[in-house]
């Protein structure tokens, strides 16, 4: 290959040619190229684990590529340095903020931009440019406030302002509407409308078809570590990029009509506060109900996690009451809500696996104590290990045995197991936290096959989810989370995402004002 | 003179300051590694080699500074070794940092057994004379209490301004706070963390160590094995109780040496009590400094995770 | 340099990896040995002579193993708990402290009555003194490591006021130490005549009952799930505070034995000198044994051989005996290094 100066199209501002990178027997990136123009929005399409956030870490310098080469402006670029890419003025909005929680927007914006080594910042004159590009990009945010003070979109718009505080050319967004609110994400889409205007070039990583029809230029969809498609905007379908993505039609889960009955989990008056004694929850009513998917929308951190904690048994509320199968739980032991609810966490590897212990150690985690794996104390881990294996078996996990280090599974199989363990006893309710997060098209698929199978047979299925086309597919009722509030449950009938989104952003919540 | 006149005369306040000074090169020392995210139990190991290291070199005929240039370098060596072992190794900082001690602890003892083979009484040396600073030291009770020290308890007062200016005025302060909160913040602003984090353990370690240095040099004038005796450990207490800010942790070394000033007044004139509970003092008041602040304490969020690049 | 987890570790790593870790030790130690103008061959040699050579030299080195392996056992099991005691010493006192105030006439009692009494008496003393630490832990999150350091000079302070005051010896010419302890309290020679005592082969029987804990019984699960991943163990239904206890009252009871072991087998009564340090080099026999229990056994041979070893070494060699402490805190270092290298894969790019 030859530079820039002989005879290439001189509006080629990125080139990645003959990318792959191997994680042990995993083929992340396999002989990946593709072009960025000047000025136009890039879709990276894909499902989770084709490989699009290797190879944007690849790009950004966080891993080093086995083989292949990449181009900034023409100059080929250091591998594996933070420096070297943003010196080439490429920026990157992480799908997880890369920011210092206790700090302020600006430390958070200036970090790195000065000389390390100099007696003095200069703080005046940052707060002057950081306004400066807010007001030109709609960014608005303010530069003195700590970044735990922001909401998740406003944390979203500092990870924006730092790449464009360093006069970033290319800007590459990993999934950035997971965690947005409908409205955001258009707000997010304006504001990107305006990046390319200003001659900055986009690469927009996404799953999500129609987002990407909306806002991209051109789309290169990825498939298992490889480019299996580049075709411009202008004329693709969202049939056609599913097919591409998934290598196969993949049907959205349908759930058939079916009679709700009687209230199994029901939780009235119920207020948590933190530990800086903020109400977590407040006044929170909800009753899930034999046989139904009830669906709990909203954005991350408006009380999700705090009320799946509640509900696991992790936390006790301060005031209301909490009734599992007409038996009070309001001040129950986590034991005995594991006995009668199937719990799926949000965190696979923090909190439902211990990935240090063996596959059969976590199987009976819930259940060590009793009969059979345990008389007088003692364990008995033939039993276990039947068990673990019928396990393996019944959820098609793909392991080398029931004695492998749990740490060294897929995401896929660690949620098989979580669903082997919790629902193999088919109990009569069941909690699903983000179910889905982070899994391949092929695993969220079984997740929930086997939570519609549940419903079929009768059981009450809470799930907490963040994607709204999951929620809206699975659910016969969904309510909002917005500030630590629940809405009223709003029934299949009635689901709209116009109106679902508005709630997201807090809108009939009397009291509250609307989100920024 | 009752229990209470003590606390008004200038020469417990001037002993307090005496007292403090190795606390606060020392609880300075942790309190850069812990603010860039590295729990350092290396401590106590590490102040016995600047005691050491410094006291060593004047021995050998070097002048003092010279002496406090090497117990820094030294104390920046075992940090090095601190920080390459957890910081791009990963490895459990407790068990580590507590390796580091015995390590360090050892190697002074066979060094200095080697080296004075034929000495049965420790050698000494002429340590750091007080140093009256001009004007200042006329101010009534605050000249004799603050103003009539080594220039080594100089040097602690000016590196805690140093140090707190660096931390938040600086880009590299700045640095070394967010690393220390979220490393992966740092790493996305092409800021190296295992350069930044190896080079905060060893600046740390180096106050450490000179920490060290003012026993056998300003407050003592030779070399004992034991001479560190727990001040590691009441340093890490310190941090703590100060938040993990310079200038809190100041005032903790400062207060807490006043009372262990106090104790050794007191047992002069309340009899009846055995002098090991005055001498415990010191410690069940670090214990008792972590129990109250434990809970407010604003630490570091990245303390003791280690970050591996690229891996989430 | 990145570090890549390992899918599986081959078998030979767990070999080579101490092996590896106490070949580097050796190395370090010595370059140090030829610093002070030894031969390290020649030095080397000594120490195992001194350590092996003949039955007196293996027999004082398990007399050495033998309070090794009970604070070795309490680190084990606490580590693999993530509970860090490093409070070993102050346990080991107290128990001695136990021993000697019910062994010294207090309990007027028969041999096979008054010594398992006296152990039981000792480990509630350590058990209680790791107790405190550890409720700090969980109720207010203050750091073990720090009270149980902190705690060790207290405790040492407090045996110093008791062996000058309350059970100093009247008959001890004025030196801190407390009366001996009663005939029945004293625990049998194995060989008679030579100072190889019971105690090591209780230290041994416990070896092998926090093996059976560890491997068989829930107790042991739940304190290896807690320690992996308390997040995790908590939202399966275990009471993480409680299991933390549980691991307080076993580590704190078997660092006190060694105490109490000292005093019954060995000394006969309390100095301040009762433990040159086993409460710490007990943190290096855990981690040497990849906290196993029964590596525990074999890590505290080595360790008591080599400062056994070294002492014979320096009256003769004239290489200062602390070149034991010196290689015993390098293989501490060098074997979690090696460790690490038995869970990830380095790559250099």
New interface residues.
């Given amino acids: 290959m030859t530079m820039s100066d002989d005879g290439r199209p001189a509006d080629i501002v990125l080139r990645l040619a003959g990318i792959s990178k191997r994680f042990g027997d995993l083929r992340a990136n396999d002989d990946i190229s593709l072009e960025l123009r000047r000025g136009e929005v890039l879709a990276l399409l894909g499902e989770n684990g084709a490989g699009k956030t290797t190879l944007m870490n690849i790009l950004f310098g966080h891993y080093v590529a086995d083989a292949g080469r990449i181009e900034a402006f023409g100059r080929p670029l250091l591998p594996g340095s933070p420096r070297a890419a943003l010196d080439a003025g490429i920026g990157m909005v992480h799908q997880h903020f890369t920011l210092a929680d206790n700090l302020t927007v600006q430390d958070n914006i200036v970090l790195g931009t000065e000389k390390l080594w100099s007696w003095r910042g200069h703080t005046a004159r940052a707060r002057a440019r950081i306004a400066n590009l807010a007001a030109d990009f709609g960014l608005a945010v303010d530069p003195a406030k700590r970044i735990a003070d922001l909401s998740v979109g406003e944390r979203q718009r500092v990870e924006i302002l730092k790449a464009l505080y360093r006069e970033a050319r290319i800007l590459i967004l990993d999934e950035p509407t997971a965690v947005l609110t409908p409205q955001e994400s258009e707000a997010l889409f304006a504001t990107l409308k305006k990046l390319v205007a200003n001659g900055l070039s986009i690469i927009f990583i996404s799953h999500k078809l129609n987002e990407v029809l909306a806002v991209s230029d051109r789309i290169v969809v990825l498939r298992q570590g490889r480019v299996v498609a580049t075709r411009p905007t202008q004329g693709a379908t969202s049939a056609d990029l599913a097919e591409l993505m998934v290598g196969r039609a993949v049907p959205m889960p349908k759930i058939e009509p079916q009679a709700a009955g009687a209230e199994l989990l029901v939780l009235s008056g119920v207020r948590l506060v933190g530990p800086e004694g903020r109400a977590e929850l407040d006044d929170v009513a909800l009753a899930v109900r034999e046989g139904e998917v009830h669906g709990l929308a909203g954005v991350s951190g408006n009380g999700q996690a705090a009320l799946a904690d509640l509900l696991c048994g992790l936390r006790r509320a301060d005031a209301g009451s909490f009734r599992l199968l007409d038996q009070d739980m309001t001040g129950a032991e986590t034991a005995s809500i594991a006995r009668l609810m199937g719990r799926i966490p949000e965190d696979r590897h923090a909190v439902g696996l211990i990935g240090d212990m063996s596959i059969t150690e976590n199987m009976i985690a819930e259940r060590y104590r009793a009969a059979p794996f345990a008389r007088h104390r003692l364990i008995d881990w033939r039993a276990a290990r039947r068990f673990t294996q019928d396990i393996i078996a019944g959820f098609d996990v793909r392991c080398p045995g029931p004695q492998a280090t749990t740490r060294l599974l897929s995401g896929g199989n660690m949620q098989k197991l979580i669903l082997g363990r919790e629902l193999s006893g088919e109990p009569r309710i069941i909690l699903a936290a983000q179910p889905t997060r982070g899994l391949d098209i092929g695993a969220v698929a079984y997740v929930h096959e086997q939570l519609l199978a549940a419903r079929r047979r009768g059981a009450g299925i809470l799930l907490i989810s963040e994607d709204l086309d999951e929620l809206l597919s699975l659910s016969d009722r969904i309510s909002v989370i917005y500030r630590g509030r629940l809405s009223a449950a709003l029934p299949r009938a009635e689901f709209d995402v116009g109106r679902i989104g508005l709630m997201m952003a807090g809108h009939g919540f009397d009291g509250a004002r609307h989100a920024a | 003179m009752d229990a209470i006149e003590i606390v008004f005369t200038a020469s417990l306040w001037a002993a307090a300051i005496r007292i403090a000074s190795p606390l606060i090169f020392a609880t300075l020392g942790e309190l850069i590694c812990e603010r860039a995210g590295v729990l350092n139990?290396g401590i106590e190991g590490i102040m016995t080699v600047g005691a050491f290291t410094g006291w060593f070199t004047v021995y050998m005929g070097g002048d003092l500074w010279t002496g406090v240039m090497v117990a820094a370098l030294s104390g920046a060596a075992f940090g090095l070794l601190h920080g390459l072992?957890v910081v791009?190794?990963?490895?459990?900082q407790?068990?580590?940092g507590?390796?580091?001690t015995?390590?360090a602890?050892?190697?002074t003892?066979?060094v200095y057994?080697?080296a004075l083979?034929e000495v049965t009484s420790p050698p000494k040396i002429d340590p750091f004379q007080p140093w009256a600073v001009p004007i200042f030291s006329d101010i009534p009770f605050l000249g004799s209490a603050l103003f009539n020290q080594t220039p080594l308890t100089y040097l602690a007062f000016v590196s805690v301004a140093l140090v707190a200016y660096v931390l938040y005025?600086?880009?590299?302060g700045?640095?070394v706070?967010?690393v220390g909160?979220?490393p992966?913040?740092?790493?996305?602003?092409?800021?190296?963390v295992t350069v930044l984090r190896i080079g905060a353990v060893m600046v740390g370690s180096a106050f450490m160590a000179v920490g060290g240095a003012f026993l056998t040099m300003s407050a003592f004038n030779s070399f004992y094995f034991d001479m560190v005796?727990?001040r590691g450990?009441?340093a890490?207490?310190l941090v703590?109780f100060g938040s993990w800010r310079p200038g809190k942790a100041l005032l903790g070394a400062i207060l807490f040496a006043a009372f262990d000033a106090y104790q050794l007044r007191l047992q002069q004139i309340v009899a009846g009590i055995?002098y090991?509970?005055f001498?415990?003092l010191p410690?069940?008041l670090?214990?008792l400094a972590?129990?109250t602040m434990?809970?407010r304490a604003?630490y570091p969020?990245a303390l003791m995770i280690p970050y591996?690049?690229?891996e989430? | 340099m990145r570090l890549e987890p390992r899918v599986e570790t081959p078998f030979y790593l767990w070999i080579a990896a101490p092996i590896a870790a106490i070949a580097a030790s050796l190395v370090i130690a010595a370059l140090l040995v030829m610093w002070a103008g030894a031969e390290p061959f020649a030095v080397f040699g000594l120490v195992a002579k001194g350590a092996l050579g003949s039955q007196f030299a293996l027999l004082e080195t398990l007399t050495r193993a033998t309070p090794l392996i009970f604070t070795g056992l309490a680190a084990a099991i606490a580590f693999r708990a993530r509970l860090w005691n490093i409070g070993g010493e102050a346990q080991l006192y107290g128990g001695a402290v136990l021993a000697v105030l019910l062994g010294t006439g207090f309990l007027p009692l028969p041999a096979p009555v008054l010594v398992p009494l006296l152990f039981i008496a000792g480990a509630f003393a350590g058990a209680l003194l790791l107790l405190g630490p550890t409720m700090l832990k969980t109720r207010f999150g203050v750091d073990e490591v720090v009270t149980t350091l902190l705690l060790n000079f207290i405790i040492l302070l407090f045996v110093s006021f008791l062996l000058e005051g309350p059970l100093k010896d009247p008959m001890g010419l004025g030196w801190p130490q407390s009366r001996r302890v009663i005939e029945a309290a004293q625990l049998p020679r194995i060989i008679e005549g030579k100072r190889l005592h019971l105690g090591f082969v209780i230290a041994i029987a416990m070896a092998a009952i926090v093996w059976f804990v560890n491997a068989r019984t829930t107790h042991g699960y739940e304190m290896r799930a807690v320690g992996f991943n308390p997040k995790a163990a908590r939202f399966a239904g275990m009471k993480v505070d409680w299991v933390m206890m549980k691991v307080a009252l076993f580590s704190g009871g078997l660092a006190a034995m060694a105490g109490v072991s000292e005093v019954t087998g060995l000394k006969g009564n309390l100095t301040l000198d009762l433990s040159p340090g086993f409460g710490y080099s007990g943190i290096v026999v855990a981690m040497l044994a990849m906290l196993h229990p029964l590596g525990v056994v074999a890590a505290s041979i080595f360790v008591a051989a080599m400062f056994v070893g070294a002492d014979a070494m320096s009256r003769q060699a004239g290489v200062p005996n602390y070149i034991a402490h010196v290689m015993v805190a390098t293989a501490l270092l060098t074997m979690v290094v090696g460790m690490l290298f038995t869970r990830f894969r380095v790559h250099w790019r």
């Fill in positions: 139990l072992l791009p190794l990963g490895l459990s407790h068990v580590t507590i390796g580091i015995l390590l602890t050892a190697l003892s066979y057994r080697v083979p005025r600086t880009p590299l700045l640095a706070r967010m909160e979220n992966a913040a740092v790493e996305a602003q092409g800021i190296d005796n727990g450990w009441i890490i207490a703590v055995p090991q509970f001498l415990m410690y069940v670090s214990i972590l129990i434990a809970r604003g969020r591996r690049k690229g989430r």
